[in-house]
């Protein structure tokens, strides 16, 4: 393929953002760049590797040149634009959760389950980017011992709620840090609070998404959902806790997982020594948001036995959400591509 024609769709935004930094690290083959937003940053000038990019506004945007579109823009737009892209002749790379479980979309974590690529009809989801990171341990420890359940809780950063995320842990930590003995004793008084259902700063909010079946929330159900799809496994039985913390980027899951037979802590960290993308962690250097942020390798620690049901493994993985866990898989889903 000539070098192709590339589009940012909500180039604006937190992942956006990520996208054209992670192009022009790598300074990737494209012939044109091309960014959108909404109408509100149309006519914005973004300087980039390759010159001084104005903004489009998606709405009248024409698709017309396009072979890669990176879109991040919110679920609606997807649903909206992508398949008029995909028409005209880009092949869309989806960060929403809008197409992933369609069954011609193929939901590829690179590095995973690339050749789920091959099947593609012009849309590819991205996956969820809890989802993301976890995979990149289940999956090669899938692929060497057959994962059959698994327990798994959250630790999501504010940046997987977008700009609006960031903004609201920024501006309430502000507010309340005038407060600490109120958020001591009681009685403290938070501003904003969207997107989040309860105030985040200084906080912990056990419920992550919007509330859907089964006293699950729908960031939940991903995990479910989308774990079996790109390990191609429907019977694996995951029990998710979505958990949003006060961390700006990094998303922590701590997963306990079992297999269809009994895997030893060294053979699990034979197989994730090798895994592409991933860093092992040793328990001394604890791996944190913090050390995820801004690097792609996805961190993985804590590795150890289960001991209350025995014969599985317990472990944390940590990664930049805006990176491996929407951006970079995106653009590395692209260069798979080419
Ligand atoms: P804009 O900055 O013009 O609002 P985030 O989730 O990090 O806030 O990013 C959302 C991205 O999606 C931004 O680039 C935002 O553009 C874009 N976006 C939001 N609503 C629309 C819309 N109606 N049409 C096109 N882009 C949109």
Redesign the pocket.
Known sequence: MPDPGVAI????????RTMLAILEERNFPLSSLRL???A??AGRVISTRWGEVSVED??TADPAGIDIALF???GG?SREYAPGFATEGAVVIDNSSTFRMVSEVPLVVAGVNDHALAAHEGIIANPNCTTMALMMAAGPLHRRAGLSHMVAMSYQSVSGA???GMDTLWNQTAALSHQREALVQGGWEATEQPPFPRPIAFNVVPLAGGMAEDGHTDEEWKLVNETRKILERDDIAVDPTCVRVPVLVGHGISASMWFDSPLEVDAALNVLEKAPGVEIWDDARVATPLDSAGRDPVLVGRVRPTIGAPGGISLWVVGDNLRKGAALNAIEVAELLL
């Open positions: 769709v909500g180039a604006t935004g937190a992942v956006g959108m937003a909404s509100r940053s998606l709405a991040s823009a919110g737009r977008g700009m609006t």
